[in-house]
């Protein structure tokens, strides 16, 4: 069955980086865009970023990240990664990757447009 794995958050200070990875079992990882969402306590989920499948061409970000994270894949390893710079204490929340139903990043700011989900992984940027 389809799995996902993120791993990679943590407790880091403002300013800092993280890198979180997403990996994949179970169904052909090229052929499908993957998205990463947040959710911070008492809000909604929330879509931070987008890669297309394959070659991952097209690539969409959230206006609160731009320029500072930075989405990618290795289809050769199954795995997407999130990589976050600058991490302001807004960033706080579990981070979530996830299968698009579609090979572009149609409609990506919403989680209806995913079809299955990883567990999450708990970012928490505090000084």
């Known amino acids: 069955q389809v799995q996902l794995v993120e791993s990679g958050g943590g407790l880091v200070q403002p300013g800092g980086s993280l890198r979180l990875s997403c990996t994949a079992s179970?169904?052909?990882?090229?052929?499908?865009?993957i998205g990463w969402f947040r959710q911070a306590p008492g809000k909604e989920r929330e879509g931070v970023s987008c890669?297309?499948?394959?070659?991952?061409?097209?690539?969409t970000y959230a206006e609160s990240v731009k320029g500072r994270f930075t989405i990618s894949r290795d289809n050769a390893k199954n795995t997407a990664y999130l990589g976050m710079n600058n991490l302001k204490p807004e960033d706080t929340a579990i981070y979530y990757c996830?299968?698009?139903?579609?090979?572009?990043?149609?409609?990506?700011?919403?989680?209806?447009?995913?079809?299955?989900w990883g567990q999450g992984t708990q970012v928490t940027v505090s000084s």
């Open positions: 996830a299968v698009a139903n579609y090979v572009s990043c149609f409609n990506w700011g919403s989680p209806h447009s995913f079809g299955s």
């Open positions: 179970g169904f052909t990882f090229d052929r499908y865009a």
């Open positions: 890669i297309s499948a394959a070659r991952g061409s097209i690539i």
